[in-house]
């Protein structure tokens, strides 16, 4: 998110805020009232220092002499953020645990802390000692674990951006069979019928993701809200996530590239089981792929989004089912039909092995190879236990 340019001002009176520089990170102070503003991740460094050096909190968040009373609960509640502009910052309690109300914008993420309250957030972290008071060491425990998961998470976006890099390095041939230069374009499997439910799910997801981007420029609202976390799932949070995930896209591309297998896949299998049996199939693929990379993945904070298991798990039923069949594939710069056990074992190898990359070297991913192959997994086994079924041979598509 680009951020404006113009010096920021503070929210509470609208005095330019001034540059201030603490453990080599540079705040923006209010040198009026004595508010700072914390860009996003500067509180979470400028608390971890506090932590250790809590006479430090001294040196930014100085007395002053007579200020203004900025501790009204519907001033609170107005304040815009400095940076945003005509984003409305939200209060709550630092760390959820904390006795300290900062106010946060749903937008940047950045956060405005009012004079004196930096230093009652030290005091709360930092009980006497000698005072065998057990509320408050259990209050400083969980304000370290608190923080800790902060910093954890934002490490793992710096991770997404080096993985590229990474892999590119480790995998060598393989990174050249990517999807971008092998696309499928069609599937030669027999005649069927309309795919009624596989229309329903593409419009669906569209729908979806239309109402996303159209609610996302809503302040305070995050579409992250629908993607599964692993920790919060295992923390009995959210649990909902675990349906509207499948139906929530990271944006008009990763869109595409779904609807786009899920069209070409799932229309001989919609004709040949029927339309309940195709839709517990594919709800069932996209649990279990995302149940696969939460026991993997169990304290991942990163939202998991996409229907890519479910997806996986009809390529599982496809190549059970019509292995002799062919896939029109976009090769480089030409058109190649290529059976489709090759084609799709070939997918999958490459699924599970970068799974088998990025677990290895501890990295984080923006793509859930783990769950594809578990999604994958599972449509075969689906595919085997209906095996009886009859499967429609005539004509192409």
Request: hydrophobic share 45%; proline share 5%.
């Amino acid at each position: 998110m680009q951020m404006e340019n113009a010096t920021p001002r503070c929210p509470v009176d609208h005095t330019l805020l001034k540059s201030l520089v603490f453990n080599g990170v540079t705040l923006d102070q209010c040198p009026n009232c004595g508010g700072i503003w914390f860009d996003r991740n500067e509180l979470d460094e400028t608390v971890r220092r506090l932590i250790r050096f809590p006479q430090e909190a001294s040196a930014i968040d100085v007395p002053l002499g007579e200020t203004q009373d900025i501790n009204d609960l519907e001033q609170y509640r107005s304040l815009s953020c400095p940076r945003c502009r005509d984003t409305k910052l939200s209060a709550g309690r630092f760390g959820r645990i904390s006795n300290v109300v900062l106010d946060t914008c749903p937008r940047c993420r950045g956060v405005w802390a009012d004079h004196g309250e930096l230093t009652a957030l030290v005091e709360f972290m930092h009980t006497p000692a000698g005072t065998n008071n057990s509320s408050a060491s259990i209050n400083t425990r969980k304000m370290g674990e608190a923080i800790a998961s902060a910093v954890k998470q934002r490490q793992h976006y710096k991770e997404i951006k080096e993985l590229g890099s990474s892999l590119n390095r480790r995998i060598g041939f393989f990174w050249f069979f990517l999807p971008k230069i092998i696309i499928p374009i069609s599937a030669r499997a027999g005649q069927y019928e309309f795919p009624l439910m596989t229309s329903t799910l593409i419009v669906l997801n569209v729908i979806f993701l239309s109402a996303l981007e159209l609610f996302s420029t809503k302040a305070g609202f995050d579409p992250g809200f629908l993607g599964m976390i692993p920790s919060r799932i295992l923390n009995g949070e959210r649990l909902y996530t675990i349906l509207t995930s499948m139906f929530t896209h990271a944006g008009w591309f990763h869109l595409f590239g779904n609807m786009l297998y899920l069209w070409i896949f799932s229309v001989p299998v919609e004709d040949v089981f029927g339309l309940k049996k195709f839709i517990s199939m594919y709800l069932a693929g996209g649990i279990t792929a995302e149940l696969v990379f939460l026991a993997l993945n169990p304290q991942s904070m990163i939202p998991l989004v996409g229907a890519s298991g479910a997806v996986s798990c009809i390529m599982g039923v496809y190549i059970v089912r019509f292995p002799s069949s062919t896939v029109k594939t976009f090769v480089i710069n030409r058109v190649l039909d290529i059976p489709a056990w090759i084609y799709i074992s070939t997918w999958i190898f490459y699924q599970f092995l970068l799974a088998f990359l990025v677990k290895t070297m501890g990295a984080c991913s923006t793509t859930a190879f783990s769950a594809h192959v578990g999604g994958f997994a599972t449509g075969v086994l689906l595919a085997y236990l209906n095996k009886n079924r009859p499967v429609a041979t005539k004509g192409c598509v």
